[in-house]
């Protein structure tokens, strides 16, 4: 007999008839009640057991996280909370979970305990939630580039270029530790490593990207990303997944309009396509806040502050702006802040994003034409000579979502930049080979995945949004 899914039952009006489905049970009630839970929505379905003619034995059996197989009948439920429920005909243990073991009780655990059980806790309702929304999320990444006239392009993971200059990568190399060649000046000889050079795992796809664009128009990478900063927050991992949209033609204008237009359609799809999960994550959002104080409490409701994206304009303002700002605002003047905001060309920090967009603005805000020096080589110099036509997306609770830039698509301009941060031309050729033959005006993003997700589903911490989180001191699994 074919198998439904518990979704299907649900939303299934074949009453009387005979059901098959298969999964594991949430909680066993008065050795009756079973809730049954198969992944396919946050919503369980109730299996009533007929107790007086089932084996004492296989009814102890009926526990926590076992998986069960049950052929019965869909009738119209007679209790409250659920439309239809099994009345149970055949019940088959496909594997037991002892009680006693099993980690994960029918009760609340701390999100750390869960983390500690990664493997485990997407049996529950909250990372059940978190996790479909993910994947819907990816869909919805896909689908709007596709749909959008973007190819996807899979950029290499092992590469030996450092595309954000910031030089927080994991090397890759296949020399045991202490026994790695050395060369005459004494460091260490990877001509006679794999690849027979230095190589490390890539903190952007970017620079390869760029190559794409300039002969496929638009382009889009989706993959994992690799960053070695010891920052322990709860917005950083060493391992996370970004989305890099890149376009020929366009300006920093339309990279904005691009940017904006990409995340109100992802949150738009989500909004539309995970009622179920989303109103879970906010009712659990809602007893989280209750025991904030009411100073920390959100204004807005899951659900509505998705909808207030997905219908507001992200305010835009020019760094220069935003520094003003924030030099005369309260908290700077008060010493409120832990880096003060005096100078001009001052890197902002998260305490600033968080007060432009949370207190300030009280919207998604996108700040660009940031100061030269505080960005990377291969943002677009503006006339003014001290500005680069930059741009960060930055939203409520988050702080940076997005980075991006028009880049710098003049060749002498480019080579006098990297000649001034000491990049080596040779390493580049490729990428400088784009801006000899046929440049032209491109611009392009990265967007957080795992950030992303966190706003989407009101998560507090970026290691719950992702299956298996990678942070300083943390692999397991
Ligand atoms: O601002 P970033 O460093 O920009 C780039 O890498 C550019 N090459 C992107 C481009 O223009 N194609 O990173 C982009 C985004 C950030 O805005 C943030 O959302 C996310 O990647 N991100 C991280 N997410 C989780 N953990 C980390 N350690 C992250 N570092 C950056
Ligand atoms: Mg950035």
């Known amino acids: 007999m074919k198998r439904s899914s518990v979704k299907e039952l649900l939303h299934s009006d074949k009453f009387l008839q005979e059901v098959h489905v298969k999964g594991w049970v949430r909680t066993f009630r008065s050795n009756r009640f079973i809730a049954l839970n198969d992944g396919s929505t946050i919503n369980n379905i109730q299996c009533v057991v007929d107790f007086e003619n089932t084996d004492e034995e296989l009814l102890k059996r009926i526990t926590t996280s076992a998986a069960v197989s049950i052929t019965g009948t869909l009738v119209e439920s007679e209790g409250k909370g659920q439309s239809v429920e099994v009345k149970v005909t055949k019940l088959e243990i496909l594997g037991d979970s002892n009680p006693d073991e099993y980690p994960i009780q029918p009760k609340k655990h701390s999100l750390e305990f869960l983390r500690e059980n990664a493997h485990l806790r997407i049996r529950t309702n909250t990372f059940s939630a978190v996790m479909r929304v993910r994947s819907t999320l990816s869909f919805a990444v896909h689908k709007y580039f596709q749909e959008n006239g973007f190819n996807y392009v899979n950029t290499p993971i092992i590469t030996g270029s450092d595309a954000e200059g910031a030089g927080e990568m994991f090397h890759v190399t296949n020399f045991e530790a202490n026994k790695a060649p050395l ?72 990279n904005m309009d691009l940017s904006e237009d990409f995340i109100k359609s992802v949150l738009g799809y989500v909004l539309e396509n995970c009622k179920d999960d989303l109103t879970f994550l906010e009712n659990r959002l809602i007893q989280e806040e209750k025991t904030k104080p009411q100073a920390e409490r959100s204004e807005m409701s899951l659900i509505n502050k998705l909808n207030f994206v997905v219908d507001n304009n992200f305010k835009r303002v020019s760094y220069t702006e935003a520094f003003d700002i924030l030099r005369n605002c309260k908290p700077n003047k008060k010493k409120k802040f832990q880096f003060p905001i005096n100078e001009w060309g001052v890197d902002l920090q998260s305490e600033h994003e968080r007060y432009l967009v949370e207190k300030h603005f009280k919207c998604p805000v996108i700040l660009f034409d940031y100061p030269a020096t505080i960005k990377a080589f291969y943002m677009r110099l503006n006339d003014d000579g001290k500005t680069v036509r930059a ?54 993003f990265g967007l957080g995945f795992e950030r992303l997700v966190l706003f989407t589903t009101g998560m507090g911490n970026i290691r719950d949004v992702i299956p298996f989180p990678r942070t300083p001191q943390n692999a397991e699994f």
């Open 183 to 254: 060369n005459e000046e004494g460091n260490i000889d990877y001509s006679q490593d794999f690849f027979g050079k230095e190589t490390n795992l890539t903190v952007s796809g970017q620079l390869e990207a760029e190559t794409y664009a300039m002969a496929l128009g638009k382009v889009y990478t989706f993959g994992p990303t690799f960053r070695a900063e010891n920052s322990n927050t709860t917005r950083h991992l060493a391992e996370f997944w970004m989305i890099e949209p890149e376009v020929a033609f366009n300006d920093l204008d339309a």
């Open 391 to 444: 741009m960060d997306v930055l939203f409520p609770g988050i702080g940076e979502m997005v980075g991006g830039s028009q880049r710098e698509e003049r060749l002498d301009v480019l080579k006098s930049k990297m000649a001034e941060l000491n990049i080596d031309e040779e390493e580049l050729w490729w990428y400088l080979d784009t801006r000899k033959f046929g440049t032209a005006v491109h611009s392009g």
